[in-house]
Structure formats: C-alpha cells, structure tokens
T-cell receptor, first 116, second 115 residues
Framework: NAGVMQNPRHLVRRRGQEARLRCSPM?????VYWYRQLPEEGLKFMVY????????ESGMPKERFSAEFPKEGPSILRIQQVVRGDSAAYFC??????????????FGQGTRLTVV | GDSVTQMEGPVTLSEEAFLTINCTYT??????LFWYVQYPGEGLQLLLK?????DKGSNKGFEATYRKETTSFHLEKGSVQVSDSAVYFC??????????????FGQGTTLQVKP
C-alpha cells in the first residue's frame, strides 16, 4: 500500500507563473488536507477536501490559491501568479473516511516550491 | 482559537542524554494530541499520539503523557541517539463540533544530538 504521494518534490517557478501541486492519497482514504510550511515555521492548515467537495478552506489565502479533489485523480493545489512569498514546502495529508479527528492521517513528503 | 506552544530550539544534547521538549496547548474542546518528527528534507512522520486525558503515547523510546490539568504533552526520551536529530512538532486536532480532523501545529523544535 503506497503512502501519500506528492509530486513534484521540487518546483521552481518565476514570479507570475502558475504552480500546480499534486497529491494522491493513500488507497482507501477519502479525506485530503493541505498544509503550508514557511521557512523556519510550523505547518499551517490551508484546506480540507473530500471527493468533489471543499469542506474547510479557512486557511486558504483569499486570492490566487485554489484546491480541488476530483472524483478521479489526485488532489490539486493551484497557485496562480506566484510571488516570492509563496516559496514554502506544501504538504498533503490523507485520512480514511471514518477519521474525523486526524488520528489516522498520513503525510506525504511535500513539494518544495521556490519562486524566483 | 486553538493553539500549540513548544519550547524554542535548537536543543543540543550529547548522545545518551535525557531529552525533554515542552509542549502546551489551548483548546476549547477535547483534542487529540500528537508528536510528529521531520528529518532533513523529508515529510512528517507520526511519532506518537494520545486521544484522551492521562493517555501515554510511546514509540521508539519516546513518550508523552496527555495532561489535561496542565494542558501539556511534553515529549521525553531517556537516552537520545545521533539519529534522533530532527525537527519535532507538537500538534492537536479538535475532537469537538467541527470534526474536520485538521491539525494545529506548534512552531517546531530542532533537536541536534552530538556524538
């Protein structure tokens, strides 16, 4: 059973370009969470999705950021018109349908976005 | 809102020394508590967890006890190894009405163990 798969592991974008980060949850997991880790800081919650639904996006910046988890395929975190301040590590976590307390969540290895 | 506070690092210890990393939390409900470890360039791995008061989580020689009276979840290990060098994150999830499973993290504590 493969773990949570994120790709790419490293992504370099120029200011103004778009960044697409992908997350494939563990088999049987229907909950996906995205977190952002700025340099020298802890992880901050961004968004929680179930298949085809955004459940909680209270941590998402109001502009340029969007997330989806389609019926088929991976979850996508999309950042439009990136700026230097978007440079961070973005982590995805997944958990099974019965887990509403985060006690069964597994994390991917992250995507490190660098904006130049 | 809910929050987690960890002792600031870096913490530098000699091999076989005793480790304590303090963690306190603020929560309105009855959270589950976690310690995650992040090795350089890697993602987060769950180290241990406790889901209710007085529970003790343990793994790989690390322990932490859920103390509701002091709202704490301090991480301890009796004898650290060089391979324990990493960043340690304390986290909580709210088991209350929101039931989303999202985690709130502390800022992380860097542990460096010297031979």
């Amino acid at each position: 059973n493969a773990g949570v798969m994120q790709n790419p592991r490293h992504l370099v974008r120029r200011r103004g370009q778009e960044a697409r980060l992908r997350c494939s949850p563990m088999k049987g997991h229907s909950h996906v969470y995205w977190y952002r880790q700025l340099p020298e800081e802890g992880l901050k919650f961004m968004v929680y999705l179930q298949k085809e639904n955004i459940i909680d996006e209270s941590g998402m910046p109001k502009e340029r950021f969007s997330a989806e988890f389609p019926k088929e395929g991976p979850s996508i975190l999309r950042i439009q018109q990136v700026v230097r301040g978007d440079s961070a590590a973005y982590f995805c976590a997944s958990s099974p349908p019965w887990d509403h307390a985060g006690t069964e969540a597994f994390f991917g290895q992250g995507t490190r976005l660098t904006v130049v | 809102g809910d929050s987690v506070t960890q002792m600031e690092g870096p913490v530098t210890l000699s091999e076989e020394a005793f480790l304590t990393i303090n963690c306190t939390y603020t929560a309105t409900g009855y959270p589950s508590l976690f310690w995650y470890v992040q090795y350089p360039g890697e993602g987060l791995q769950l180290l241990l967890k406790a889901t209710k008061a007085d529970d003790k989580g343990s793994n790989k020689g690390f322990e932490a006890t859920y103390r509701k009276e002091t709202t704490s979840f301090h991480l301890e290990k009796g004898s650290v190894q060089v391979s324990d060098s990493a960043v340690y994150f304390c986290a909580l999830s709210d088991n209350g009405s929101s039931n989303t499973g999202k985690l709130i993290f502390g800022q992380g504590t860097t542990l460096q163990v010297k031979p």
